[in-house]
Nanobody, 125 residues
Framework: QVQLSESGGGLVQAGGSLRLSCSFS????????MGWFRQTPGAEREFVAG????????YYEDSAKGRFTISRNNAENMMYMQMDNLKAEDTAIYYC??????????????????WGQGTQVTVSS
């Protein structure tokens, strides 16, 4: 069974940094494209960043560009997101997800097959 697990969330002041990690197990990691999403109460799950199966291509929602960096290490079955210059509006539960690396809308949460349980990021001002 495929399992994803996020870690690295926490409480940070505005302008600070966090590094989120996502571990993957149960299948060949390189068979999956990956993404980070976030969700706040009462809202839809929102795309933050995506990465291709080999790490060659990365994608970001507009507010994350220049601040967040997604990466992966296939030898370690790990995906990461470095978050710098955090803002209060970044506060959310962050989820990692896995999708097949095929043509589609990588920003659509419905394209993702597996999800972790999420890690809370809280940014105070």
């Amino acid at each position: 069974q495929v399992q994803l697990s996020e870690s690295g969330g926490g409480l940070v002041q505005a302008g600070g940094s966090l590094r989120l990690s996502c571990s993957f197990s149960g299948d060949a990691f390189r068979s999956w494209a990956m993404g980070w999403f976030r969700q706040t109460p009462g809202a839809e799950r929102e795309f933050v960043a995506g990465i291709s199966w080999d790490g060659t291509y990365t994608y970001y929602e507009d507010s994350a560009k220049g601040r967040f960096t997604i990466s992966r290490n296939n030898a370690e079955n790990m995906m990461y997101m470095q978050m710098d210059n955090l803002k209060a509006e970044d506060t959310a539960i962050y989820y990692c997800g896995a999708r097949r690396p095929v043509e589609g809308d990588r920003s659509d949460a419905n394209e993702y097959v597996y999800w972790g349980q999420g890690t809370q990021v809280t940014v105070s001002s």
